[in-house]
């Protein structure tokens, strides 16, 4: 197994611009671009190429990772006219892949966090004999995810993407967003139009005989499609929770990057993250949160589970929980802001301007 795809395309690929500017795979996570995380792990498993599938502002990843060699891969792009869809990507790279027709190839999804075990997977594909091989894992709520429910050998018995019925949820079991493909699969894709590999690939291969076996895997694992999920993935890989070998430092309770000034008693707990430049006043409490570059927090400012644009002011003795600020906005002091409040980049809320606990 020496190669693998990155799906890192599509209208997914955006944290929304009113949080950051920056496209999700390159929002940093325990300090480097997210990508470098799938991409450590996949050298890590002994992948030596691997062909990113890009589309929207593909132009980010290139200069960032170049041919790869800092990270011991040999790493090629391909980038959409128009988004091709995650079936209709794939096919797209099939001319850059080195494998036979008989060779399986990796494919990973590129927003998700996990400790899967990646050469298990290989090997669960080896043995099965399957045309495709799925990582599974189980969720409460599977209904944002693909279903994915298998017989008692693991062989999967069909594919229900984003199922909109109860009747629907069949399993608690999802798609996880890493396969292995045999080589021959991804040529039979239909080139040059957009397809879904979750929509049309899956359930197509299955009414057609074909063998896909699923390996449910427990480990840690997130999807990171929303910027609260991208806050809980930083702080777990600085914890330690979610293995990687590219972030920069030991695990713990707090990752503060180059340049980054903090004051002797300001307290970062819980995988907080401080980006380089950024600046941490006196006082500060600061639990569960990423800091981008060159963001200052306020003396006396509390923020938990809360991402912090780069360029922000949080403003002395401010409040945030569960928000998250644009960058470059300015959220001046004595403000409290609570559970899933966005603050468009570059917007400025006054001192003194918004709290959600009663009048004392
Ligand atoms: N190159 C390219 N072109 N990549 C794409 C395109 C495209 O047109 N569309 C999507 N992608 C990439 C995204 O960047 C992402 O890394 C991956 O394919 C999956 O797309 P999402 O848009 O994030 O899909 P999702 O999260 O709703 O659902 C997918 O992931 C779930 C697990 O998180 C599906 O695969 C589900 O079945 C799965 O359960
Ligand atoms: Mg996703």
């Known amino acids: 197994m020496t190669e693998a795809i990155l799906l890192v395309g599509g209208k997914g690929t955006r944290l929304r611009p009113l949080t950051v500017h920056t496209p999700k795979p390159m929002v940093p996570a325990a300090g480097v671009p997210f990508l470098t995380h799938q991409l450590a792990r996949a050298r890590a498993a002994g992948v030596e190429h691997i062909v990113l599938a890009t589309s929207y502002l593909a132009e980010v990843f290139e200069p960032h990772f170049g041919d790869g060699s800092s990270l011991g891969l040999h790493l090629e792009y391909v980038t959409e006219v128009e988004p091709l869809g995650t079936g209709g990507a794939i096919r797209n790279v099939a001319s850059r ?51 994915v429910p298998t017989d008692a050998s693991g062989r999967v018995t069909a594919f229900l993407e984003k199922p909109q019925t109860p009747e629907e949820i ?95 008693d300001a307290k970062l707990t819980g995988g907080t993250v401080i980006g380089p430049g950024a600046v941490v006043g006196e006082g500060a409490r600061i639990h569960g949160s990423t800091v981008l570059d060159g963001a200052v927090v306020e003396s006396g400012a509390q923020i938990q589970d809360s991402l912090i644009g780069a360029r922000s002011r949080i403003g002395a003795r401010t409040v945030l929980a569960g928000a998250v600020i644009g960058d470059g906005a300015v959220v001046g002091p004595e403000n409290e802001l609570r559970e899933g409040v966005r603050v468009w980049c570059d917007a400025r809320i006054p001192e003194r301007a918004i709290r959600f606990s009663s009048d004392e």
């Open 97 to 147: 892949l080195h494998s036979g027709p008989d060779e399986p190839v990796l494919i990973f999804n590129g927003d998700i966090l996990t400790g899967l075990d990646i050469p298990a997977l290989v090997e669960t594909h080896a043995t099965s004999g399957a045309d495709v091989s799925l990582h599974l894992t189980r969720v409460e709520d599977p209904r944002a995810f693909g279903l």
């Open 170 to 264: 069949v399993t608690d079991q999802i798609n996880a967003g890493a396969y292995v493909f045999n080589r021959s699969v991804i040529d039979a894709i239909p080139a040059d139009r957009p397809v879904s590999v979750e929509r049309e690939t899956f359930p197509g291969l299955l009414a057609a005989g074909a063998h896909l076996q699923g390996m449910v895997d427990s480990t840690y694992w997130l999807d990171l499609g929303t910027p609260q999920a991208f806050v809980r993935g930083s702080a777990d890989l600085v914890l330690g929770r979610a293995p990687s070998p590219a972030v920069p430092g030991r695990c713990g309770e707090r990752l503060v990057l180059e340049g980054a000034r903090v004051a002797a």
